[in-house]
């Protein structure tokens, strides 16, 4: 199960408050030094729509063009106050394959990887079909042992800043991130959206 607090930045001014101060902090999550990822995010369904109709998120997300690729499973996310769970679960794949199945979302059904055969057979899923996707920019910062990301994402209608931290203590980091945050003149809400 992911457990995250998610807080949505108001303006480019907020986010750029936001990764300024956890750039000038030392970086304390096991030795981490502050990243920044451009990913490219690709979203499937069955073709009977067997995974939307359970609230399911297939997901392929690419980092750095073709660093990284990770497939996701996610599964009835709940957002509420700031604190987004829902269950999940991730494998990395070759980047190569896994512009493979976007060009060809039915190669997926016959894949070795775990994740995807995993869904396929538990959700009976005939065939696949790619929905759409978008781009954004995340800087990833070490912070009190935890990993903070900061998400800029352009949408065709605007642009969307979010903050995400992933922990087994939400209510506790909430408060201490919402403390920081204010203390930075950073404006924030709750996300409402997953």
């Known amino acids: 199960m992911e457990v995250e607090v998610k807080l949505r930045l108001r303006s480019q001014d907020d986010h750029a408050k936001a990764c300024k101060y956890f750039c000038s902090r030392k970086q304390d999550a ?18 009977e729509k067997e995974l939307s109709s359970k609230r399911v998120v297939l997901r392929v997300r690419f980092y ?9 499973v996610k599964g009835k996310a709940v957002l509420k106050n700031g604190v987004g769970k829902a269950s999940e679960v991730e494998e990395e794949i070759d980047p190569i394959l896994g512009r493979t199945f976007v060009e060809n979302p039915q190669l997926m059904l016959e894949s070795e990887v775990g994740v995807l055969r995993d869904t396929v057979t538990k959700f009976g899923v005939k065939g696949l079909t790619y929905l ?19 998400d800029e994402t352009k949408y065709d209608w605007g ?3 979010e903050l995400e931290c992933e922990t087994s203590e939400p209510e506790k980091i909430k408060q201490d991130l919402e403390c920081l945050l204010k203390e930075q003149g950073v404006n924030y809400e709750y996300s409402k959206v997953t």
Request: proline share 0%; aromatic share 16%.
């Open 30 to 47: 096991v030795g981490q030094e502050a990243r920044k990822y451009f990913q490219e995010n690709c979203f499937f369904d069955g073709t």
């Open 64 to 72: 750095n063009m073709n660093e990284k690729c990770v497939v996701t």
């Open 132 to 150: 759409g996707g978008f781009k954004n920019v995340r800087d990833v910062f070490g912070w009190n042992g935890l990993q903070v990301e900061i």
């Open 159 to 161: 642009t969307v800043y």
